[in-house]
């Protein structure tokens, strides 16, 4: 365990970036004993050296020296994959043209965190291999696939060097990562929350709102652990050799690991009082599901909420505008119909802000599931698109499968700006999907912390039009 778990307590660090998780600061006696006590629970983190680590950063898992495994799919889901390629057998390729975004080459992108040399970094905490996979897998010997692997494959983050693995449930968090890849400003920010070193260790910086109320630096081995038949833990078995997902994973699940650590430890020094907030708190991160790894709890838009908001942005539209405090837009079912819904998402999307969204779990998602996709399952947006059927062209967006090479690679390299891709209704990796189609197929979107929102002038506008329709437009329209 780490320093935070001292009971003398440092000063807490000022929050950075606020938004719906941080407390009230009405001085109701409960709520103003929660604050006292989230106070006293943030004191316990303070940065440290990297050396305070040392003993434990000195463990290794032993090197597995056996083939290479096959395919690490499950077989419930492969064969979803297999039923949506069947079914593309008998489906015809139609082009999809994916279109520009904004570069915003002015926007303003904080510098890197992390220092070149690995010991002058402070560091929030650090978490082995053994710990976190005694969280996956209490009873399983570990490993450490030995061999290089890059940060970057092309030295930037991109899409499709994710490939998602069946034994884990991180299609939400891989999803976030692959939208942040494919935008220009999403890209510019994974690149500065993430260093690799040739120590063998790597560092990221992720959000903790929801208990700390800072950001906060993680540093994990670079190791790529498996089990005892070579099949990894963390989703680093993609063809592009890029590691930078899997290191990801093992930093959020470092964070949450810690959290949860702390919190118990915080418990057995303080028997006597009500942390019952705090734990709310965590809940936040974990959410209420019962599985041992903490890393499978994250969803759609605690995604978002760990990574970096968008830079300030000056809109395109009068209709648009970021929050005063980055939020994470996340609407869900019914709500998707909404056109003024639908417009925001387009906004967004259009302007390569990152977007996900999740599949159906309902009787529709089960039959959309025959394509290849799960239910309850999250997708990348990579872009907006047309679609060409013989003389129609339907407006979109491209959506990415974080399984990706489970359904094969064959339509992702093409899939950049201006180029135009082949894609099925079924069986793909990368599919088409129109704004109008939205509900059809999902039931949740998130878009980034500092994404647009409708500008409040611009509801009076559209709630002061006449019902025939002769109210002052003054310049204004649904886009």
């Known amino acids: 365990m780490s320093d935070p778990l001292s009971s003398g307590g440092s000063p807490s660090h000022p929050s950075e970036l606020t938004d719906s998780f941080v407390i009230s600061d009405s001085q109701e006696p409960e709520q103003l004993t929660a604050t006292l006590k989230h106070k006293e629970f943030k ?17 290794m898992l032993k090197p597995y020296k056996d083939i290479t495994p096959g395919s690490q799919q499950a077989l419930g889901k492969k064969l979803i994959r297999k039923l949506g390629k069947v079914r593309a057998l008998f489906k015809p390729s139609l082009p999809a043209e994916q279109q520009p975004v904004p570069g915003w080459e002015e926007a303003h992108i904080p510098a890197p965190e992390w220092q070149d040399e690995l010991g002058v970094n402070q560091v929030d905490m650090f978490v082995s291999d053994e710990r976190l996979l005694k969280n996956i897998d209490s009873g399983s010997e570990f490993y450490v696939r030995m061999g290089n692997g890059a940060l970057f494959n092309g030295e930037v983050p991109e899409t499709f060097d994710i490939a998602q693995l069946d034994r884990r449930q991180t299609c939400f968090l891989l999803s976030a990562l692959g939208a942040y890849a494919m935008t220009p400003l999403g890209n510019r920010l994974l690149q500065q929350i993430i260093r690799l070193y040739p120590e063998g260790f790597v560092g990221v910086t992720l959000n903790d709102d929801a208990l700390a109320e800072r950001n906060v630096k993680i540093l994990v081995s670079s190791s790529r652990p498996v089990d005892g038949n070579g099949k990894d833990f963390y989703s680093f078995a993609n063809s592009s050799g890029a590691r930078w997902p899997g290191y990801i994973e093992k930093a959020c699940h470092a964070l949450l690991l810690e959290r949860s650590d702390n919190i118990k430890q915080m418990k057995q020094d303080m028997p006597d009082e009500d942390l019952s907030h705090i734990e709310g708190l965590l809940r936040l991160l974990t959410s209420d599901e ?45 709500a998707l119909e909404d056109p003024m819904t639908q417009e925001q998402i387009r906004f967004n999307i259009q302007n390569g802000i990152p977007v996900i969204m999740g599949t159906r779990g309902d009787w529709k998602g089960a039959l959309n599931a025959t394509s290849g996709t799960p239910t309850n399952h999250a997708v990348t947006v990579l872009g907006p698109a047309f679609l060409r059927k013989g003389s129609t062209v339907v407006e979109g967006f491209l959506t990415y499968d974080p399984y990706g090479e489970a359904f094969g690679s064959s339509d992702i390299a093409t899939a950049s700006a201006g180029a135009v891709t082949n894609v099925k209704a079924v ?44 109210g002052d437009e003054d310049g204004w329209e649904l886009l």
């Open 43 to 59: 004191a316990r983190f303070v940065s440290h050296s990297v050396e305070t680590h040392k003993a434990e950063m000195k463990l």
């Open 290 to 334: 019962k599985t041992d790894c903490l890393l499978d709890r994250i969803d759609m838009s605690l995604a978002f909420s760990l990574l970096p908001p968008m830079p300030e942005l000056e809109s395109t539209s009068p209709a648009f505008q970021q929050p005063q405090k980055p939020s994470i837009f996340d609407v869900r079912d019914d």
């Open 427 to 470: 069986g793909q990796a990368i599919r088409f999907c129109s704004y109008g189609d939205i509900h059809n197929y999902f039931n949740r979107v998130a878009i980034a912390r500092g994404g647009f929102v409708h500008n409040p002038e611009y509801l009076k506008q559209l709630a002061a039009k006449k019902p025939d329709g002769t």
